[in-house]
C-alpha cells in the first residue's frame, strides 16, 4: 500500500484546509485510514481516522469539532477538512492506513504499518 499526502501549506488562524490521502495498491474494504501529526519537539499525536467501509470517523481531543474526514472512493482519497485552525495546528500531517482495527485501537500509531510521506500545515499570521 503506497500512501501519498497533499494540500499542507500556510493558513491564517481561523482559516481551513484540506489535506487529502490517496492510497494505490492493495486495496481494502476492511482497511482504516488515520491522520496523525507532529509539531517541532512534541510526540506523534492521534488526529482522526475513519474505517474506509463507513460507520463514524474517530477524532483526537484537540480537533474534535473543528475537523472532519471525508472520502472519495472513486479516487482512492481521503481528505481532512481542517477549520477554524490555530496556532496549536502547526505540524507536519502524516496519513497512515493499517487493516481491520478496532476503535480502541485506531489513535495508536504504531498499529498502522503504512504511513505517507507527510505535508506541512503551518498556521501564523
Known amino acids: 500500500v503506497q500512501l501519498q499526502a497533499s494540500g499542507g501549506g500556510l493558513v491564517l488562524p481561523g482559516g481551513s484546509l484540506r489535506l487529502s490521502c490517496a492510497f494505490s495498491g492493495r486495496t481494502s474494504s476492511s482497511y482504516v485510514m488515520g491522520w496523525f501529526r507532529q509539531a517541532p519537539g512534541k510526540e506523534r499525536e492521534f488526529v482522526a481516522a475513519?474505517?474506509?467501509?463507513?460507520?463514524?470517523?474517530h477524532y483526537g481531543g484537540s480537533v474534535k469539532g473543528r475537523f472532519s474526514i471525508t472520502k472519495d472512493s472513486a479516487k482512492n482519497t481521503q481528505y481532512l477538512q481542517m477549520n477554524s485552525l490555530n496556532p496549536e495546528d502547526t505540524a507536519v500531517y502524516y496519513c497512515?492506513?493499517?487493516?481491520?482495527?478496532?476503535?480502541?485501537?485506531?489513535?495508536?500509531?504504531?498499529?498502522?504499518?503504512?504511513w505517507g510521506q507527510g505535508t506541512q500545515v503551518t498556521v501564523s499570521s
Open positions: 497512515a492506513a493499517a487493516e481491520r482495527l478496532i476503535l480502541s485501537s485506531m489513535n495508536n500509531e504504531r498499529n498502522y504499518p503504512w
Open positions: 475513519s474505517r474506509w467501509s463507513g460507520g463514524s470517523p
